[in-house]
Protein backbone atom coordinates (compact mmCIF):
# COMPACT_ATOMS: atom_id res chain seq x y z
CA UNK A 1 0.00 0.00 0.00
CA UNK A 2 1.15 3.28 -0.78
CA UNK A 3 2.24 5.31 2.25
CA UNK A 4 1.72 8.92 0.53
CA UNK A 5 -0.69 9.35 -2.38
CA UNK A 6 -1.34 12.13 -4.54
CA UNK A 7 -3.75 12.61 -7.24
CA UNK A 8 -3.27 13.94 -9.75
CA UNK A 9 -0.04 12.44 -11.00
CA UNK A 10 0.06 14.71 -13.72
CA UNK A 11 -2.50 18.05 -14.17
CA UNK A 12 -1.98 20.36 -17.56
CA UNK A 13 -4.26 23.31 -17.75
CA UNK A 14 -4.70 26.59 -18.36
CA UNK A 15 -3.78 30.39 -17.05
CA UNK A 16 -6.79 31.75 -14.89
CA UNK A 17 -8.27 27.81 -14.21
CA UNK A 18 -8.85 27.09 -10.75
CA UNK A 19 -7.47 23.66 -9.51
CA UNK A 20 -7.00 20.86 -6.88
CA UNK A 21 -4.22 18.48 -5.55
CA UNK A 22 -5.65 15.74 -3.28
CA UNK A 23 -3.33 13.88 -0.73
CA UNK A 24 -3.77 11.20 1.63
CA UNK A 25 -1.31 9.62 3.91
CA UNK A 26 -2.01 5.91 5.72
CA UNK A 27 0.67 6.27 8.31
CA UNK A 28 -0.88 7.46 11.10
CA UNK A 29 1.17 11.02 10.89
CA UNK A 30 -0.59 13.46 13.02
CA UNK A 31 1.61 16.41 10.38
CA UNK A 32 1.39 16.56 6.67
CA UNK A 33 3.24 19.27 4.22
CA UNK A 34 2.95 20.71 0.88
CA UNK A 35 6.12 21.82 -0.58
CA UNK A 36 6.96 23.13 -4.35
CA UNK A 37 10.21 21.91 -6.19
CA UNK A 38 10.85 24.12 -9.27
CA UNK A 39 12.94 23.25 -12.26
CA UNK A 40 15.95 23.84 -10.47
CA UNK A 41 15.50 21.53 -8.28
CA UNK A 42 14.79 23.72 -5.06
CA UNK A 43 12.25 22.46 -3.35
CA UNK A 44 10.62 24.79 -1.06
CA UNK A 45 7.57 24.36 1.87
CA UNK A 46 4.73 25.93 1.23
CA UNK A 47 2.25 24.81 4.41
CA UNK A 48 2.04 22.41 7.42
CA UNK A 49 -0.78 20.75 9.40
CA UNK A 50 -0.50 19.41 12.67
CA UNK A 51 -3.44 17.23 13.60
CA UNK A 52 -6.27 19.46 11.17
CA UNK A 53 -4.15 22.94 12.09
CA UNK A 54 -1.97 25.22 10.25
CA UNK A 55 1.42 25.78 11.71
CA UNK A 56 3.66 26.47 8.96
CA UNK A 57 2.35 29.05 6.16
CA UNK A 58 5.19 30.69 4.60
CA UNK A 59 4.93 33.04 1.84
CA UNK A 60 2.86 31.66 -0.63
CA UNK A 61 0.12 33.60 -2.84
CA UNK A 62 -3.11 33.82 -0.95
CA UNK A 63 -4.17 31.85 -4.35
CA UNK A 64 -3.14 28.76 -2.42
CA UNK A 65 -5.04 27.29 0.17
CA UNK A 66 -4.58 23.96 2.13
CA UNK A 67 -7.60 22.56 3.26
CA UNK A 68 -7.31 19.74 6.07
CA UNK A 69 -10.57 17.37 6.72
CA UNK A 70 -9.15 15.04 8.29
CA UNK A 71 -5.02 14.42 9.65
CA UNK A 72 -4.97 11.97 7.09
CA UNK A 73 -5.46 14.50 4.46
CA UNK A 74 -4.41 17.86 3.19
CA UNK A 75 -5.50 19.13 -0.04
CA UNK A 76 -4.52 21.93 -2.21
CA UNK A 77 -6.95 24.28 -4.17
CA UNK A 78 -4.96 26.92 -6.09
CA UNK A 79 -7.18 29.46 -7.98
CA UNK A 80 -6.20 31.76 -10.79
CA UNK A 81 -3.40 29.67 -12.07
CA UNK A 82 -0.72 31.59 -13.23
CA UNK A 83 2.57 30.42 -15.66
CA UNK A 84 5.07 30.71 -12.58
CA UNK A 85 3.02 28.15 -10.93
CA UNK A 86 4.43 25.28 -13.07
CA UNK A 87 6.40 23.08 -10.53
CA UNK A 88 6.00 19.25 -8.83
CA UNK A 89 4.23 19.89 -6.02
CA UNK A 90 4.78 17.34 -3.15
CA UNK A 91 2.93 16.07 -0.16
CA UNK A 92 4.75 14.51 2.58
CA UNK A 93 4.03 13.66 6.29
CA UNK A 94 5.64 12.98 9.70
CA UNK A 95 5.32 12.71 13.25
CA UNK A 96 5.33 15.68 15.02
CA UNK A 97 8.35 17.74 15.34
CA UNK A 98 11.33 17.58 12.91
CA UNK A 99 10.67 14.06 12.09
CA UNK A 100 11.54 11.91 9.11
CA UNK A 101 9.30 13.00 6.47
CA UNK A 102 7.45 10.23 3.88
CA UNK A 103 6.84 11.75 0.51
CA UNK A 104 4.41 11.26 -2.36
CA UNK A 105 5.70 10.93 -5.80
CA UNK A 106 4.68 14.69 -6.68
CA UNK A 107 2.47 16.39 -8.90
CA UNK A 108 3.23 17.42 -12.07
CA UNK A 109 1.41 20.93 -12.78
CA UNK A 110 2.12 22.57 -16.20
CA UNK A 111 0.63 25.84 -16.86
CA UNK A 112 -0.42 26.86 -20.92
CA UNK B 1 18.72 32.49 0.62
CA UNK B 2 18.90 29.08 0.88
CA UNK B 3 19.73 27.35 4.27
CA UNK B 4 20.81 24.02 3.20
CA UNK B 5 22.89 23.87 0.23
CA UNK B 6 24.57 21.00 -1.23
CA UNK B 7 28.14 20.15 -2.92
CA UNK B 8 28.88 19.42 -5.47
CA UNK B 9 25.62 20.34 -7.68
CA UNK B 10 26.57 17.15 -9.81
CA UNK B 11 28.80 14.33 -9.37
CA UNK B 12 29.97 11.92 -12.08
CA UNK B 13 31.73 8.31 -10.71
CA UNK B 14 32.12 4.58 -11.50
CA UNK B 15 30.51 1.86 -9.82
CA UNK B 16 32.51 0.54 -6.54
CA UNK B 17 33.85 4.33 -6.47
CA UNK B 18 32.94 6.18 -3.11
CA UNK B 19 30.68 9.33 -3.43
CA UNK B 20 31.57 12.40 -0.70
CA UNK B 21 28.28 15.06 -0.58
CA UNK B 22 28.73 18.17 1.09
CA UNK B 23 25.77 20.66 2.92
CA UNK B 24 26.13 23.74 4.76
CA UNK B 25 23.94 25.66 6.54
CA UNK B 26 23.71 29.23 8.13
CA UNK B 27 21.65 29.32 11.26
CA UNK B 28 21.92 26.91 14.43
CA UNK B 29 20.05 23.75 14.19
CA UNK B 30 18.76 20.62 16.25
CA UNK B 31 19.02 17.92 13.79
CA UNK B 32 20.02 17.72 10.01
CA UNK B 33 18.56 15.25 7.71
CA UNK B 34 19.77 13.67 4.38
CA UNK B 35 17.28 12.73 1.90
CA UNK B 36 17.75 10.98 -1.89
CA UNK B 37 15.17 11.16 -4.66
CA UNK B 38 15.25 9.28 -7.83
CA UNK B 39 14.14 10.97 -11.04
CA UNK B 40 10.45 11.66 -10.84
CA UNK B 41 9.87 10.09 -7.20
CA UNK B 42 9.20 12.00 -4.01
CA UNK B 43 12.14 12.22 -1.08
CA UNK B 44 13.59 9.09 0.40
CA UNK B 45 14.44 9.67 4.13
CA UNK B 46 17.62 8.23 4.66
CA UNK B 47 19.30 9.34 7.90
CA UNK B 48 18.99 11.92 11.08
CA UNK B 49 21.80 13.51 12.52
CA UNK B 50 21.40 15.10 15.85
CA UNK B 51 23.53 18.64 16.94
CA UNK B 52 24.80 16.66 19.51
CA UNK B 53 25.66 13.57 17.22
CA UNK B 54 29.50 14.11 14.91
CA UNK B 55 28.83 10.70 13.32
CA UNK B 56 26.45 8.48 12.12
CA UNK B 57 26.42 5.16 9.75
CA UNK B 58 23.48 3.43 8.19
CA UNK B 59 24.37 0.74 6.22
CA UNK B 60 26.98 2.21 2.96
CA UNK B 61 26.31 5.45 4.33
CA UNK B 62 28.03 7.42 6.53
CA UNK B 63 27.28 11.00 8.09
CA UNK B 64 29.19 13.93 9.89
CA UNK B 65 27.73 16.73 11.41
CA UNK B 66 30.55 19.64 12.60
CA UNK B 67 28.43 22.60 14.17
CA UNK B 68 31.17 25.20 14.56
CA UNK B 69 31.32 25.15 10.42
CA UNK B 70 28.24 23.83 9.74
CA UNK B 71 28.30 21.88 7.66
CA UNK B 72 27.73 18.33 7.24
CA UNK B 73 28.96 15.61 4.75
CA UNK B 74 27.59 12.19 3.32
CA UNK B 75 29.54 9.66 2.35
CA UNK B 76 27.71 6.85 0.16
CA UNK B 77 30.68 3.78 0.46
CA UNK B 78 30.97 1.33 -2.66
CA UNK B 79 28.55 3.33 -4.58
CA UNK B 80 26.01 1.16 -7.14
CA UNK B 81 24.44 2.43 -10.27
CA UNK B 82 20.93 2.12 -7.91
CA UNK B 83 22.53 5.48 -6.03
CA UNK B 84 21.94 6.96 -8.89
CA UNK B 85 20.16 10.09 -7.55
CA UNK B 86 19.73 13.22 -6.26
CA UNK B 87 20.69 13.72 -2.16
CA UNK B 88 19.19 17.18 -0.41
CA UNK B 89 20.12 18.09 3.18
CA UNK B 90 17.16 19.25 5.39
CA UNK B 91 17.49 21.50 8.60
CA UNK B 92 15.15 22.49 11.01
CA UNK B 93 16.72 26.14 11.49
CA UNK B 94 14.22 27.66 9.29
CA UNK B 95 11.02 25.44 9.04
CA UNK B 96 12.67 22.61 7.02
CA UNK B 97 14.58 24.34 4.19
CA UNK B 98 15.80 21.63 1.81
CA UNK B 99 19.05 22.68 -0.49
CA UNK B 100 19.38 23.03 -3.97
CA UNK B 101 20.54 18.95 -3.91
CA UNK B 102 23.64 17.16 -5.74
CA UNK B 103 22.71 15.01 -8.72
CA UNK B 104 24.83 12.11 -8.36
CA UNK B 105 25.12 9.58 -11.47
CA UNK B 106 27.01 6.05 -10.90
CA UNK B 107 28.01 4.51 -13.73
CA UNK B 108 28.02 0.90 -14.62
Known amino acids: DTAVSQTPKYLVTQMGNDKSIKCEQN?????MYWYKQDSKKFLKIMFSYNNKELIINETVPNRFSPKSPDKAHLNLHINSLELGDSAVYFCASSLPGFQPQHFGDGTRLSIL | SQQGEEDPQALSIQEGENATMNCSYK?????LQWYRQNSGRGLVHLIL?????REKHSGRLRVTLDTSKKSSSLLITASRAADTASYFC????????FGPGTRLSVLP
Open chain 2, 27 to 31: TSINN
Open chain 2, 90 to 97: ATDGQNFV
Open chain 2, 49 to 53: IRSNE
Open chain 1, 27 to 31: LGHDT
